[in-house]
């Protein structure tokens, strides 16, 4: 796909009391909204008797083992960037569906990503040296945003988020510890912070905001999951209409895109000007010069699902809404939200992601998420020890009879077989460990010389690696951070864990890790 986009702007966000974005009221959307250009003309397109002899090497043909598998729609519809009337022109479909979504979400402008919000991540990452020395960033950022740090060279000062010492999890951060973190930073660029969180707690971005722009530097949200916020009163506002200058939209993951299919959305706001070239430019870099139309199209037909489907969303809503009064009339288990009242860096609560606790009715999270998978074929988003974390699309309404009946036949009290879940090295909880002292930017560290030891002899050392238990992608250390002992227990217990998983570690038990020579 080509990588122009749109320069239509559109009104500045809604004043703070107002909780949805300044667009044309889900229930009535404006009449542009009703269609889908981008993803209509790629139809029109694939229904024509075309000669494919460009790329993609397929070439939709009958007898592909592709067409085969997938049947003949996907590859008809799989088409090169760069077409006459599609994505090359003026007043492209792409162009008309680039400005819908900015009109949807409130933004001045918004850019189609086909790499996932971790490419939106690095977008805003890249631009921030333009702004100033020092990025202030929440520690529990996604990966992605520590990627951007080694692909920028910038400094980063990073504010502690509250965590729930009982669950094991990461919250948020408020605006006081924000605004500690610019009065020592007086070279800072921006503020970059995550809502929602992994587990659904919201933070107060309108205040985070307000802190930042007193600061002058502009606000980024990584609103990777929260891509849906603003399009039915249940849910809650997004980030743009609190405030944010730039926002990451994982849009494929509940506002019903395809994997892999993500939009960056600049604010009307005080930084546009400065800020809408730089994205621009840094869209150019990461962005691919095949991205793919599938994914673009499902971009567009989301957008159009979310203005148009306030209704089926207010469905997804009340089901998610019947697991957790289910959860908590049974009594066996409890609701991870509930809690979230005790944390001050939580205002709200996406509701259509239903977290868990499992330890209470006996079994780990990890065990419960196996058994689920292998004994009633029912997909969680994420497990912990403590917990797992249940999703609902924006759209979607599944049989959540069937998820509680599952949920409540899962064995108790804890077996040997369960506890196993919680990773090798037995007994307790894991519980993230504190970060290590911080020696070298993540970039000075990620292109040092460096040597790769053994787990026990890099404890003290500096990482020369980005190191994240996932899901959900939580940098548990940072290169350029020192190694610690804690650490190391917390990533090789993890990755022995059911579904356990550390992203950029060198083995799977990791057993070794790469430092800083």
Excluded: C
């Amino acid at each position: 796909m080509n990588t122009r986009t749109t320069d239509r702007r559109t009104p500045s966000p809604t004043p703070l009391s107002t909780p949805l974005p300044a667009v044309a009221s889900p229930s009535r959307p404006g009449v542009g909204q009703l269609g889908a250009p981008y993803a209509e003309a790629v139809l029109g397109h694939a229904g024509r008797d075309w000669l494919r002899l460009n790329v993609p090497g397929h070439a939709a043909a009958p007898g592909s083992d592709l067409t085969g598998f997938f049947g003949p729609r996907i590859t008809a519809l799989d088409f090169p960037p760069l077409l006459d009337g599609i994505d090359l022109g003026p007043d492209t479909p792409l162009d008309r569906a680039l400005a819908l979504a900015a009109e949807a979400w409130g933004a001045r402008r918004t850019w189609f990503l086909t790499n996932g919000a971790s490419q939106g991540n690095q977008i805003a990452s890249m631009v921030a040296p333009a702004l100033g020395r020092t990025l202030v960033v929440q520690r529990s950022v996604h990966s992605s945003v520590i990627d951007g740090l080694v692909l920028s060279g910038m400094d980063a000062v990073f504010v502690q988020p509250s965590v729930d010492p009982e669950q094991g999890i990461a919250h948020g951060v408020t605006a006081a510890d924000v605004a500690a973190a610019l009065e020592r930073t007086p070279d800072a660029a921006a503020v970059y912070i995550v809502s929602p969180s992994y587990f659904g707690a919201v933070a107060d971005v309108r205040a985070i905001a307000d802190t930042a722009h007193a600061a002058g530097v502009p606000l980024i949200v990584d609103e990777a999951w929260g891509s849906h916020f603003g399009f039915h009163p249940g849910l809650p506002a997004n980030a743009l209409s609190s405030g944010a200058d730039l926002a990451t939209s994982s849009t494929h993951k509940l506002a019903g895109s395809l994997t892999q299919s993500a939009m960056l959305h600049l604010a009307e706001g005080p930084f546009a000007n400065l800020l809408e070239p730089l994205v621009d430019r840094a869209f150019r870099l990461v962005q691919s010069t095949s991205a793919s139309a599938l994914l673009t199209a499902s971009l567009d037909l989301a957008r159009r699902s979310l203005v148009t489907g306030a209704g089926a969303t207010g469905s997804s809503v009340e089901a998610a809404d019947r697991v957790r009064d289910a959860v908590r009339a049974l009594g066996r288990f409890t609701v991870v939200s509930d809690g979230f009242r005790a944390f001050p860096d939580i205002v709200g609560a996406d509701p259509l992601r239903i977290a868990i606790d499992t330890r209470a009715g006996g079994i780990t999270g990890h065990e419960a998420r196996r058994r689920l998978f292998r004994d009633h074929q029912i997909m969680v988003e994420v497990a912990t020890d403590a917990a797992i974390v249940a999703v609902i699309g924006a759209g979607s309404v599944p049989d959540t009879d069937r998820f509680v009946k599952a949920l409540h036949t899962l064995p108790s009290p804890l077996t040997t077989d369960s506890a196993a879940g919680a990773g090798a090295g037995g007994g307790g909880m894991l519980r993230l460990p504190a970060p290590g002292a911080t020696k070298l930017t993540a970039r000075e560290a990620f292109l040092s010389p460096a040597l790769v030891v053994d787990a026990e002899d890099a404890v003290g050392r500096i990482s020369a690696d980005t190191l994240a238990a996932y899901p959900p992608g939580i940098p548990n250390v940072l290169p350029g951070e020192v190694i610690t002992a804690e650490a190391v227990r917390f990533l090789q217990r993890t990755a022995a864990a059911p579904n356990g998983h550390v992203r950029g570690a060198l083995d799977l038990g990791v057993t070794r890790l790469r430092v800083v020579a």
